[in-house]
C-alpha cells in the first residue's frame, strides 16, 4: 500500500544557525529587487551581513532595499546595472566598496525567461536570455572577483534543473543555464586556491515567483504537488536557507556542486 502522504515541514535558517554569522560581511546579489534573490538576501541579512542589490529597474531596487534594511536591521543600498553592460557592474561594485569597504558573498541572480518553442524562437531573443544569465554570471564574476578572492569569499549562481533533460519551450534558458553551471565548476577550480568557493542553486518549482507564473505546469491532469516525491513545491524560503548553508563555514569544503532543492522531483521517472 502507498504510504499516506506527507508535506515536507518547512522550517527558516533562524532556527537552525547562528543570527550572526554573517556580522561585518557584505553581499552582493544580482536580481536582489524581487522574487528568490530577494529572499536569498534577506536571509543572509538576518544573519548579519549589509548587502548590495542590483537590477535594472531603480524604482524596483530601492524600494526592496528599504524593506530588506528595515525587516533585518542591517543595511541594504540599491545599485541600478544591466549585468548585459560590464561598466554598470563595475560602478555598482564601486557603490559597494564605498558603502562597505568589502564584498564576501555574491549572488548571481539575474536571469530573463519566457515560455517560446525554438520554431518560434527568434536570434534576438536566444541571445537575450543567454547574454542576461551566461554573459551577466561572467560579467558580475568579472567585477567582483578582486574583491571576492581578497576576502576569500564565496559565489552562488542561481540555476534550474529544466536543462538536466529535454523541456520543451525552453531552448533558451536550457542553453543558457548550463552555461551558468559550467561557469560555476570552472570559478570553483581556478578560483579554489584564493580560498574561493563557487556552487550552484538549482530551484524546482517555486511557489508565488514571477518564473512560476511565467512557465505554469498544465496538460499532466495532476496536481504539481502530487508530483513531487516531498509532496510540497518549494517557497522562496527553500531557497533562501540552501544559500545561508552554502554561504557558511558549514559548508567550507564544498565548491562547484550544484545543490538541487526541489523536493526530489528531479529524480521522478516520467513514467511514475
Ligand atoms: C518569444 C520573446 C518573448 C516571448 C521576448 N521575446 N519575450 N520571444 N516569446 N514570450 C524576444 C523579443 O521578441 C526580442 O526578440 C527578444 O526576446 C528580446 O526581448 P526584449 O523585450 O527586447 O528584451 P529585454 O527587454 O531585455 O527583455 C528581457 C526578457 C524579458 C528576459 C526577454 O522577458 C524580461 O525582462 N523578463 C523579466 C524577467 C524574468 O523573466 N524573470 C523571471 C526569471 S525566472 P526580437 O527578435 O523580437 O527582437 C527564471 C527561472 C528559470 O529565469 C527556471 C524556471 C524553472
Redesign the pocket.
Known sequence: MAPAPVRARYTNSESVFKPDIFKGKVLFCTGGGSGICKEMTYAVMKHGANATIVGRKLDRITQAAEELSKGTGNTCIPAQADVRRPDELKEAVKKTIEKFGRIDFVICGA??????PLS??????FR??IE?DTLGTFNTFKATIPYVRQSHGSYIHVS?T?HYRGLPYQAH?SSAKAGVDALSRVIAVEEGPWGVRSNVIAPG?IAA???MS??SVSGTGRSLESLIPLGRQGAVQDIANATVFLFSDAASLITGEALVVDGGLQHLSSSS
Open positions: 536571469a530573463g525567461n519566457f515560455l517560446a518560434g524562437l527568434s536570434e534576438n531573443a537575450t536570455v542576461i534550474a529544466l534558458v518549482p515567483t514571477e518564473g511565467r512557465l
